[in-house]
């Protein structure tokens, strides 16, 4: 036995230096933490202060409460990749059903609960009665829980309500509550897996699933009520998560499924089955939010920062292969004597007390030393994995360095509370101002108010904030665009033809304003006929897809329009040799490559924003803000339709 096996190693491995040793194996996990903790202190004098530690502690909150749903899966032995779509789904429901739908607030709360748990169920009957490979399962679950949040919401986030947004508030203005339903939940947790029948029958199941059937184990039933656990603890994470953004995303919490998953491996769980603790977990969660955390303050380019993360959940695994070869031990939650908790409860204290000595020093270090302040400006953009945005990017460095500013650069991927971390970081960083590129106008508005009350100045840049002051925004009018590509298109067609529309990502504000102004300026050409809108995400390999899939329905269109450059070029590929000929393409953004396809006659035209110059002017409005200068509160870029004629003597 392995507890044999570590009673007859500690006296040949040398007394003290053998405990360390064991003692470091056994929790490599906080050790992790500990040393993570111990890093971003002495590396950033903005880390280890009460703000941002609170900070940390909000941004682990979310990604916590998914992965305590998600340890009792794997604990089993099974996996669940449908909790962000559930997490989506069930504050997607809640906000419906209280605001369109007129249901009192307690009852769709309830309603969004059962949502989570009719979900978990579903997966639980098709992995014990179905006989699907849970992998299979719960796949199939993320896709319908996500496309059932897009139907009921029309893919535009829904506000929240009020009473129930307090969850992303805080108690006595210093405790955030997200915290604190992350410590309940995370009770709740260690009391189901060390004290109950449920909580031994999951350990047994993923030990040996056919010993625990023999034994007498229900196994099916039991495995209906652990994924059933899994969607209780994934709709209390979307309706924790909606509440900090004051809205539900239908997009929100895409690709929180991995980062749970990461949390429970990094935490000391096996994806074998009979392992896991919800103390681990935590400590899993922490790791990755300090990890995010640390490299903002740090200004770490956002790209490598999702190389480090994959890193570290890489090390956790080969960390725990390691510790099992050499005999560690990790005690199911409640297997363990009144001895071995103690033991454990006394590891906590003791790395408790070294964290916070040797961090102290840190801190004192950087109190210490005093240089030359220079100015500071954050940048958070919804994405870099467009050109448009790119361009934003490069305008905003290149002012940043023509005026000696310091300028960090984040990236949101379109995922509204991502980017309410990242921002929540800046508020504690040593920040001028920030600027801000929201992925959604509502969404941002709760982490702008924090600025706000810190003190620090943003300029939102391309779409505005809802619900916060801004300084300036900086924007070129996304309706007006849209509006001028209908008349362009509608012109070079003779005011007749069929068309389709390749509309950008559900739910953003550059979608819905850009398809509005496109359809308002439609309305003066009644001879132009739409007959298909479908969305390729404001990417190039979509809207070639899907203009592919348009064109076997409806071969003989004349006209396209595409919400940006990109699905733009995807649609023209589609197209052929008809681009530009026979079917007249307008894209939207004036991107580099999408002005070299409008001078080589393949596009036709590109309602050109001018990106750069965003960039440029929201850098300088921000510096200005800082110095507490005057900034008019709306500075307009004009937009331009950009053809073969002109192209020549434009510059983005």
């Known amino acids: 036995m392995a507890t044999d096996t570590l009673k007859s190693k500690p006296g040949a491995q040398g007394g003290a230096t053998g405990g360390l040793r064991r003692l470091l194996l056994d929790n490599g996990a906080l050790t992790a933490l500990i040393v993570l903790v111990i890093a971003m202190s002495a ?8 703000d941002n530690l609170l900070n940390v502690g909000v941004q682990a909150a979310v990604t916590a409460i998914l992965a305590f749903g998600v340890t009792f899966v794997i604990v089993s032995a099974g996996i669940d990749l449908s909790v962000g779509s559930v997490a989506a789904l069930s504050a997607t429901v809640l906000a419906w059903s209280a605001t369109e739908a007129g249901i009192p607030v307690a009852l769709a709360v309830l309603l969004a609960v059962a949502t989570g748990i009719a979900c978990g169920l579903v997966n639980g009957f098709l992995i014990s009665y179905g006989k699907l490979p849970p992998f299979i399962a719960t796949l199939a679950m993320l896709s319908v829980g996500r496309g059932l949040s897009l139907v009921i919401s029309q893919g535009s986030p829904i506000a929240f309500p009020d009473s129930v947004s307090h969850l992303g508030d805080t108690l006595g203005g ?6 604190l339903v992350m410590v309940v939940m995370g009770l709740l947790t260690a009391f189901v897996l060390g004290r109950t029948y449920i909580g ?9 699933e056919e010993a625990a059937r023999l034994s007498g184990l229900r196994v099916k039933r039991q495995k209906l009520a652990i994924y059933a656990f899994s969607g209780l603890f994934a709709a209390a994470a979307g309706i924790v998560l909606a509440s900090r953004l004051s809205s539900a995303q239908p997009q929100a919490a895409q690709g929180y499924e991995l980062d749970a998953i990461a949390a429970v491996v990094i935490g000391g769980a096996s994806l074998a089955g009979g392992t896991g603790k919800a103390s681990g ?3 899993g969660a922490l790791i990755l939010a300090v990890l995010r955390n640390g490299l903002n303050l740090l200004s770490v380019s956002a790209f490598w920062q999702q190389v480090v993360i994959g890193v570290v959940i890489a090390l956790a695994v080969l960390f725990d292969t390691l510790r099992r070869k050499a005999g560690a031990t990790t005690p199911a939650a409640g297997a363990s004597g009144g001895g071995d908790r103690g033991k454990q409860a006394l590891t906590y204290v003791i790395a408790a007390v070294v964290a916070v000595a040797v961090v102290g020093a840190t801190s004192l270090l950087h109190n210490g030393s005093s240089a030359a302040k220079t100015q500071k400006i954050g940048l958070s953009l919804s994405t870099l994995n467009n050109p448009f945005f790119v361009q934003i990017r490069a305008g905003a460095e290149e002012e940043a360095k023509r005026l000696g500013v310091d300028l960090t650069v984040t990236d949101a991927q ?3 509370s991502q980017q309410a971390n990242q921002l929540q970081n800046f508020t504690s960083g040593s920040l001028s101002s920030v600027v801000v590129n929201p992925v959604d106008s509502d969404a941002a508005g709760p982490a702008v108010r924090g600025a706000n009350k810190a003190g620090i100045p943003v300029v939102a840049v391309d779409r505005g904030v809802n619900k916060a002051d801004t300084a300036a925004l900086v924007a070129s009018d996304n309706v007006e665009g849209g509006a001028l590509g209908a008349r362009a298109l509608a012109e070079k067609l003779g005011g007749k033809g069929t068309i389709v529309i390749l509309q950008g990502q559900a739910g953003t504000s ?3 304003e850009r398809g509005a102004g496109f359809a308002e300026g439609l309305k003066d050409y009644p001879g132009i006929k739409v007959v298909a809108k479908q969305p390729a995400d404001f990417d190039r390999t979509k809207g070639l897809d899907v203009m592919t899939n348009l064109l ?3 071969p003989g269109i004349s006209g396209v329009f595409a919400e940006n450059d990109e699905m733009a070029l995807g649609a023209i590929k589609a197209l052929g040799s008809k681009a530009g000929k026979s079917v007249q393409v307008v894209g939207f953004d004036g991107t580099p490559d999408g002005l070299k396809a409008v001078e080589a006659g393949t596009l036709y035209a590109s309602v050109a924003q001018q990106p750069s110059e965003l960039g440029r002017i929201a850098v300088r409005n921000a510096l200005r803000a800082a110095d507490g200068k005057n900034v008019e509160k709306m500075v307009k870029v004009p937009v331009k339709v950009v ?3 002109n192209v020549a003597g434009f510059e983005g």
Do not use: C
């Not at 031994?200 to 040996?208: D, H, L, Q």
């Open 43 to 50: 590396l950033s004098g903005d880390f280890l202060t009460a």
């Open 174 to 179: 210093w405790l955030p509550v997200p915290v």
């Open 200 to 208: 031994r029958s999951m350990y047994a199941i993923g030990g040996n």
């Open 281 to 283: 977990t935590l400590i």
């Open 414 to 416: 379109n995922d509204a």
């Open 510 to 512: 550059a979608s819905r």
């Open 552 to 554: 076997q329905a409806h």
């Open 643 to 645: 053809t073969k004629e």
